[in-house]
């Protein structure tokens, strides 16, 4: 690793692409001076979208890449042929050793899929997760996995607790952080035989962070635990129910600030304060989820959203690069007794 | 039927039982003149409670039951020997054709195992659901399953997307309910084998209301659908994530407008259009989860509840026997061409 970071950028990946990379990187370098940018995608495109950023030229080199990932393409197809992507490229650039970490708004299968082959499994690790932070009432939680593995045996929701920790202690600076598997209720007999027995290996094993046990949906936002443990389903379930649930709560105030004329006079009032609570539960500010447990530091920004939310994403990345997210993930996995994580992750990872 | 509807109360079920029940039953009988109580427990304290009540008296019979069921125990201790609780005599009143439908706040897994083993299945339903509704944009939205079945096949998901097409249609007055199965993405190839062969089913039979295919978890509070069919695990995860963020959301919007001083003032202009929102969105207006699928009429109540939210309960028992909830469900499951359903069901309920 240079001096200076160095990101590797999907330029083609998300609704608004290539604007919200080229515009994001922008805005993400007069945030992070020390950051420069691989733009990977339609060299001519990219670069004549680059002139129009002031300043942003001399922090980017573009590296081409004529072909795309839809949206809707499978994940099987793009591994056989998709070298020639933007997507590809980008991901291939931290292999090189060209780049200390990528980004991209695409196509989150692919992008798994892609990351996996070329990245490939940190050494011990046999799933990959999918984590994301979000705002809690005590300050944020951990939620992992949201979405690359649908059905979890207990030694991935180990191995999970094992990330979410590492995560939360070394990017979030989360002294001890607490971890809790997500159950349909707290007591010992409740849910399947995999989260039963995670929980036992857990209260088992000796792991870094304080392993609380069962946690239920509500303790997520009330921020409970610093760190969630689920499956891919039902995270991605919880957290876009989540989202929903926020949008929904939040279109009742805006009505209900236009209920009535007093109403409205109390907006008057009241909209400083407001501003701030809108801007502090954006969920640009929440953007970019990690992928855990590559060897290789990849990021997925959510692929509606938009220049600033592109930047907060493009933060994330920089902060697993710059805290040594994997370099602790590698230091936690080695000091595990030999056998504790999944029997065929050795093979699998060598 | 007698031209009086009669619900049976377990009346010392809940966290703060028997208090919420007899103080319940008092606020329910003044919304519903044609209701009357049985209320089963220790017979001495339920008749020097509803002497205290005015005017409950009249609405009102004692059952004796001796014992009690408590919060922890098992399900599996209470089917053997639970027979003397105001649970189970609840139940029984019931399949006694004493009750038109019993209440409870108490212990979920045991209410769940005595209805099963008293009331008996629906003829053609293989597993019974539990089913709760909430406040979307749109109106509201019917979820199941809610922590009855963890794991479901996908003729377990068909019976659900059947029962909560019937109590949307019939009891929420909801015309061509439409339907989603819970998914993590839209794409048919989404998901465990279960949920596409569910989809699968879906699509090919024809059934009443409107199959829509997979909605997300963001689907929800949106309102996408009238009804969000799901196995056990991720519906009681879902639901008790969406309660937990609105809570979170509301202790914002508190913290808001105690912020500053203009917050403060803003709030004098605002208060009663916030106490009509906090009104609509109590979640004592939500409260009261139907047991689907039974032979007889059983709503669980949160256990945590107070008498305002008991009485809610008890008024979504009195829907469902005023508007035939269950009658509706034979009769649609009777239309299925045989064979439909889960194979086992029809020697099972026989």
Known sequence: MSDKITIALDAMGGDDAP???????????????????????????????????????????????????????????????????????????????????????????????????????LEGIDRPAIASFFPTLRGETVMLDLGAN???????????AIMGEVFARTVLGIENPTIGLLNIGEEQTKGNDALKDAAQLLRDIDLPGEFVGFVEGNDIPAGAVDVVVTDGFTGNVALKTAEGTAKLINAFVRETF????????????AKRSFDKLRSRSDPRRYNGAMFLGLDGVCVKSHGGTDAVGFATAIGVAIDMVKYGGNASLKTTVESLEPGILSPQSAAVAS
């Not at 691989?38 to 080199?61: H, K, M, N, Y």
């Not at 236009?258 to 907006?267: M, P």
């Open 19 to 121: 604007h919200i990379v080229v515009a994001g990187a922008n805005i993400a370098r007069r945030r992070h001076p020390d950051v420069r940018f691989l733009l990977c995608g339609d060299a001519e495109d990219i670069t004549a979208r680059v002139a129009r950023q002031r300043g942003l030229d001399e922090f980017v080199e573009v590296v081409h890449a004529p072909d795309i990932v839809g949206p809707e393409d499978k994940p099987s197809k793009i591994v056989r042929g998709g070298q020639e992507t933007s997507m590809w490229r980008s991901i291939k650039t931290v292999k090189d050793g060209r780049a200390d970490a990528v980004v991209s708004a695409g196509n989150t299968g692919a992008l798994l899929a892609i990351a996996m082959l070329v990245l490939k499994r």
């Open 150 to 160: 649908l059905r979890c045996t207990e030694r991935n929701l180990v191995e999970y």
């Open 258 to 269: 236009r209920n009535s004329f007093w109403a409205k006079i109390g907006y008057i009032f």
